[in-house]
């Protein structure tokens, strides 16, 4: 079946620091993949997404390309900033009609002052 | 923007109670989940409905029922709550062919 490995966490660091968080998959076809983010007390927000293989998904400074030879989806940001501290959560979606969602374990990024 | 609104953010029960988590969206989308959010686990799918009255069974349905009975509410159910099913249950929606899933807030239900 289909699941989704990523970093474990935590990660801190410090603001204006790079930060990769690294997320591999294994899906049947050719899944959809997706980084959702959790700050503090709310649900999940989508942050970026990527359709087909190469696609570069971007949004607030953060990066994932799809790389399909690597099946994996890093996520990316060159400068961190304190707001950034949340919980990021790499996924995918296998495609069929049913839309379902599977997530890795999710990662925590602290980021100090 | 869709929003998708949950009933409560925090629910406290006792064990043995039945419970109703309820979860509304406002743009008319065919398909709803329910997850649930524990540490070092993830989200993992309880289960989701692509229509009125419709339901299909996710990962770990062990414990819960859900009912749709209209399409832009979805309840899930917890008949005889346990106190490992303490946990923070989020509820999502997504159109036929949509990009993406839109999520709720998340109830955080703690059974005692």
């Known amino acids: 079946g289909d699941s989704v490995t990523q970093m474990e966490g935590p990660v801190t660091l410090s603001e204006e620091a790079f930060l990769t968080i690294n997320c591999t998959y294994t899906?049947?076809?050719?899944?959809?993949l997706f980084w959702y983010v959790q700050y503090p007390g709310e649900g999940l927000q989508l942050l970026l997404k990527?359709?087909?293989?190469?696609d570069k998904g971007s949004n607030k400074g953060f990066e994932a390309t799809y790389r399909k030879e690597t099946t994996s989806f890093h996520l990316e940001k060159g400068s961190v900033q304190v707001s950034d501290s949340a919980v990021y959560f790499c996924?995918?979606?296998?495609?069929?009609?049913?839309?379902?969602?599977?997530f890795g374990k999710g990662t925590l990024l602290t980021v100090n002052p | 923007d869709v929003k998708v609104t949950q009933s409560s953010r925090y629910l406290v029960k006792r064990t043995g109670e039945k419970v109703f988590l309820e979860c509304v969206q406002d743009?008319?989308?065919?398909?709803m989940f329910w997850y649930r959010q524990d540490p070092g686990l993830g989200l993992r799918l309880i289960y989701f409905?692509?229509?009125?009255?419709?339901?299909e069974k996710g990962d770990i349905p062990e414990g819960y029922s859900v009912s749709r009975e209209k399409k832009e509410r979805f309840s899930l159910i917890l008949e005889s709550a346990s106190t490992n099913q303490t946990s923070m249950y989020l509820c999502?929606?997504?159109?036929?062919?949509?990009?993406?899933?839109?999520f709720g807030p998340g109830t955080r239900l703690t059974v005692t």
């Open positions: 990527a359709t087909k293989a190469d």
């Open positions: 743009m008319d989308h065919e398909n």
């Open positions: 996924a995918l979606d296998s495609g069929g009609s049913n839309y379902k969602l599977t």
């Open positions: 409905s692509y229509d009125v009255k419709m339901k």
């Open positions: 999502a929606a997504r159109r036929n062919g949509g990009a993406f899933s839109y």
């Open positions: 899906a049947t076809g050719y899944p959809s």
